[in-house]
């Protein structure tokens, strides 16, 4: 079986996590990544810990395993010589600097689509290359100003950003999407293309029926802490010894849920017989609904939802998070190698392709001399 991207070459000159998570997923694809880094100090999230790990921080190691390191100081003439070779060479460029940047040093679009017709250039800003050219693009920036924040969070607190680099993540696999789709058009065209992502255009785009509610009605939704706009009950609710979040997504699912607490007129009520009415009538629906979940813990109810094919599972971690994925058989963490921490596994599985190889995250420099040495044969 062959790997999707097999001889494909990335050049990588991101840093941070949008750029290196998305050329971490075009090496688990089976792309050749050659990460560019800053001499002596590499990537700036090398330093971000702790968590420290023998290589650098795990920070640094969750968006860059399987590829190549080289450090080149792109201030120094000599080095330019061989960021361009590289470039020449490359099927794929991604970076992350302000826009104009790189052109300054003879490694933009323009100028590398003359040496190198068929290269497919990603540009990921934090706010395009217009209005926002000059703005420094962190995940935790966009996701104030763009509206994440204030969907997120109790309402009765101050907005709160999520708990992961969501921004980030989600600009990466646009990214990600953008280049398969020129490397695909590129079949056609012998060319290449210049594929540009920023953060913001990429949180707006994921903001889904919270986008399309303020676009129908001019009204900004506001935060809602666990609950739905939309649909009730979907939320956590109270029981004996913690929440259960429980999902319903029809008038079947909530029938059943009121016959399993014990409480089966709920779903005759007109107050709660519809979707629309549950909504508007939230508060006594929960009221209800947690007076019959009281009596009982969590896994229990857990296993007696489940039964009757209610959507209700126990509010856990991560660390739980990974032993339900393990039971259920998805296999969710790969080996890196043997002296380095497990990592999550590729999301997507195939029947007939097959992924590469998981490596080890780079040390800084660790393929110097052999890049090189590469880049000066004829």
């Known amino acids: 079986m062959t790997k999707p991207l097999e001889g494909v070459l990335v050049a990588d000159f991101s840093r941070v996590l949008a750029g290196p998570l998305a050329t971490a997923t075009l090496a688990d694809l089976g792309a050749t990544v050659i990460k560019v880094e800053r001499p002596g100090r590499g990537d700036d999230t090398r330093q971000w810990g702790p968590p420290w790990t023998d290589n650098s921080t795990s920070y640094f190691d969750c968006a860059n395993r399987s590829k190549k390191s080289i450090e080149l100081d792109l201030a120094d003439e000599a080095d330019l010589v061989v960021a361009r070779r ?224 209610v959507p209700a599972g126990k509010v856990g971690s991560i660390a739980s998070a990974f032993e339900l994925a393990a039971s259920l058989g998805l296999e969710p963490l790969v080996s890196v190698g043997p002296e380095a921490a497990p990592q999550v596994r590729h999301p997507i599985t195939y029947r007939n392709a097959r992924l590469s190889d998981y490596r080890p995250p780079p040390r800084l420099g660790e393929h110097n001399d052999d890049i090189r040495a590469w880049l000066e044969e004829d």
Request: net charge negative; hydrophobic share 40%.
């Open 86 to 309: 590289l470039a020449s060479r490359a099927d794929v460029l991604v970076e992350n600097f302000l826009p104009g940047s790189l052109d300054r040093k003879g490694l933009g679009y323009d100028e590398l689509i003359q040496l190198n017709p068929g290269l497919v250039y990603c540009s990921i800003t934090g706010f395009g290359s217009i209005g926002g050219a000059e703005l420094p693009g962190y995940d935790f920036l966009v996701q104030a100003v763009g509206g994440l924040m204030s969907i997120t969070g109790d309402p009765s607190s101050d907005p709160a950003k999520v708990g992961v680099a969501l921004v980030d993540v989600l600009t990466s696999k646009d990214a990600v999407i953008g280049i398969l789709a020129a490397l695909k058009a590129r079949e056609t065209t012998s060319r290449g293309d210049r594929v540009e992502v920023n953060l913001l255009s990429s949180l707006l785009g994921s903001l889904a029926n919270q986008a399309s509610s303020y676009l129908a009605t001019g009204t900004a939704p506001t935060r809602m802490g666990n609950r739905h706009p939309s649909i009730a009950p979907y939320e956590t609710l109270r029981c004996k010894d913690g929440l259960l979040a429980v999902a319903c997504g029809n008038d079947a699912q909530f029938a059943r849920l009121a016959e399993a607490v014990g409480d089966p007129d709920l779903a005759a009520d007109a107050r709660f017989a519809t979707n629309g009415t549950r909504v508007e009538n939230r508060q006594a629906l929960v009221a209800r609904l947690e007076e019959g979940l009281r009596d009982e813990v969590v896994d229990r109810w857990v296993e007696i939802l489940t039964a009757v094919k």
